[in-house]
């Protein structure tokens, strides 16, 4: 049974940071992209961060242009982890994070996480 387990989400000040963490089981990790994912109230789920399995090279990432220069996603293989380090956030930041990890082509989704900036 595969599990996908975000943590760290939670209120901050905008300008503040946050690290959010997704734990995977179930799934071969090293070999799986992963992805966080955001859903602000009234807003479609919309991509933040992906990452490439990229074995031990620790992978391929990409960014959507809103959180360039401050979200940075990275993975630990080893402990079945991706991480999402949020820096300078901004009270658009607020939404529930989701990760993302697909394995041979399916999709498997966590609850989610909350975060909330306040301004």
């Known amino acids: 049974q595969v599990q996908v387990v975000e943590s760290g989400g939670g209120l901050v000040q905008a300008g503040g940071s946050l690290r959010l963490s997704c734990v995977v089981s179930?799934?071969?990790?090293?070999?799986?992209?992963m992805g966080w994912y955001r859903q602000a109230p009234g807003k479609q789920r919309e991509l933040v961060a992906r990452?490439?399995?990229?074995?031990?090279?620790?992978?391929?990432?990409n960014y959507a242009d809103s959180v360039k220069g401050r979200f940075t996603i990275s993975r630990d293989n080893d402990k079945t982890t991706v991480y999402l380090q949020m820096n300078s956030l901004k009270p658009e930041d607020t939404a529930v994070y989701y990760c993302?990890?697909?394995?041979?082509?399916?999709?498997?989704w966590g609850k989610g996480t909350l975060v909330t900036v306040s301004s």
């Open positions: 179930g799934i071969m990790f090293r070999f799986n992209d």
């Open positions: 990452i490439t399995s990229g074995l031990n090279s620790g992978g391929s990432t």
């Open positions: 993302r990890a697909t394995s041979f082509g399916t999709n498997y």
